[in-house]
């Protein structure tokens, strides 16, 4: 087993006498190595060096032929990493001057010095030379790893591009959702406010995350924060930031969301939530492009792309004066709808493959497809939660399968609820009808209307769009059949 080395210093003084106090002073701490002037000092450092042994020269100033200065400015030049000492009887302050400028001296010793500080200023040295040591080992290191490093985050980056970008849209030719990526291509490399519309579940955040990752911001922060689930104070706090003892419970300064997405993006979902009183001070940040952190009297700047997304009708909020107006237009810069599920019908079986394999692998399941009838009886479903209730729907029946294939009977009792009817079935409903062609026309029409009043829950603007109608054309028709809002 080999003995761990001390670290190593030349002391270099013309007097016997203070060779000696310093050696016995230091070698306990140190391996020692004495000469009594510069040329012989040059001889041990050119010996040692070739093993890098010395890390210190402490030398005397006043010696016979040169002075310490000299030699130290001379150690510099062929070994700059050795830690270099003056100690010295005297003090001219112009020694001392030229001593740190032409020498580089680490520290100016004065005598007569005392054993445990100068044993604590030599600690302390070797400390220097170990850190200089391994400043020059991480630089070489993270020299040699930059290019790794770089080819790294360019392969993570197209990753996450590929999984949230376009390629991430799973849809059908012709699918409705491809007037969504051609618009989401078109204006991701701009800097604009883009307003995502849709109902819930038809994944607004999924567009959001598109947008930022295929713009010039993709290598930056992608930033969400939910408007709807926070009050207004707290959502304040959370999007600005706060200043410690701003508020009760502000126990430290706390960095808010538009700083943290300083130069990438901000998903603001829900911003039809927020009250007018809040609507006032984003549309300041909006239009400044700074803000002010609760409890502080400095304005912070930020340039943040900002992506707000509702699924209410915010140009209705805006009449009836629940959204502000100049807020709306500013986010709205761009207008982007997405499709709910039932107008993708096309789409459904592919996103019900992708999602089948995402539930089986989290699970840690093999369920390798549906049965037929199953297939159909999704498609027949009219998803008022859309994708993300089919996901939950397909997740739930990944988890009671016990066979490779899923089949009718895993349906929920929702969905089987709509449920395709057979030929027989369908020509029974119709039998039910009564009366001349009008008037069983008529009575089709009521059960349309009042089935889509249901699924929206009585939203006239929603159930106007599902079935093609204007909002005051849906109303007509509702006063007609005498159903109310109910």
Known sequence: ??????????????????????????????????????????????????????????????????????????????????????????????????????????????KPWQPEQLLLTLQRAAEVWRLQQENQRLSLDLRTAEPVLKRQVDKKQEKAKGQFGLGAFIRAPGSPVD???????????????????????????????????????????????????????????????????????????????????????????????????????????????????????????????????????????????????????RLATIALHVPPLRERTGDLPLLARALLEQSARALGKTVRGFAPETLAGLAAYHWPGNVRELQNEILRMVALADGPELGADLLSPRALRRAPVDVASAENWADRLSGNLKERMEQLELQVLQAAMQRHKGNKSRAARELGLSRVGLRAKLNRHGINDE
């Not at 080395?5 to 030349?10: G, K």
């Not at 883009?194 to 990752?213: D, L, N, Q």
């Not at 508020?247 to 430290?252: H, L």
């Not at 979902?269 to 009250?275: A, H, L, V």
């Open 1 to 110: 087993m080999s003995l761990r080395r001390l670290p190593a210093i030349l002391v270099v003084d013309d007097e016997l006498r203070s060779q000696e106090a310093l050696r016995r002073t230091l070698e306990e701490d140190f391996e020692v190595f004495c000469a009594s002037g510069a040329a012989e000092g040059m001889e041990i450092l050119e010996r040692e060096q070739s093993t890098a042994a010395i890390r210190i020269v402490l030398c005397d100033q006043r010696m016979p032929g040169t002075t310490g200065v000299s030699f130290l400015k001379e150690v510099r030049t062929r070994w700059p990493d050795i830690v270099r000492i003056i100690l010295s009887g005297y003090t001219d302050a112009e020694d001392i001057i030229t001593g740190v400028n032409d020498a580089g001296i680490w520290q100016y010793l004065l």
């Open 179 to 329: 007037s969504v990526c051609a618009l989401v291509e078109r204006v991701a490399p701009y800097d604009l406010s883009v307003m995502v519309t849709g109902e819930s579940g038809t994944g607004k955040e999924m567009v959001a995350r598109a947008i930022h990752y295929e713009s010039r911001r993709a290598d930056k922060a992608f930033i969400t924060e939910n408007c709807g689930a926070l009050p207004d104070t707290l959502l304040e706090s959370e999007l600005f930031g706060y200043k410690r003892g701003a508020f009760t419970g502000a126990v430290e300064d706390r960095v808010g969301l538009f700083q943290q997405a300083d130069g990438g993006t901000l998903f603001l979902d829900e911003i039809g939530e927020t009250s007018p009183a809040f609507q006032v001070k984003l549309l300041r940040v909006l239009q400044e492009g700074e803000f002010r952190p609760l409890g502080s009297n400095r304005s912070v700047t930020v340039d943040v792309r900002v992506i707000a997304a509702t699924n209410r009708d915010l140009e209705a909020d805006v009449r009836n004066g629940r959204f502000r107006e100049d807020l709306y237009y």
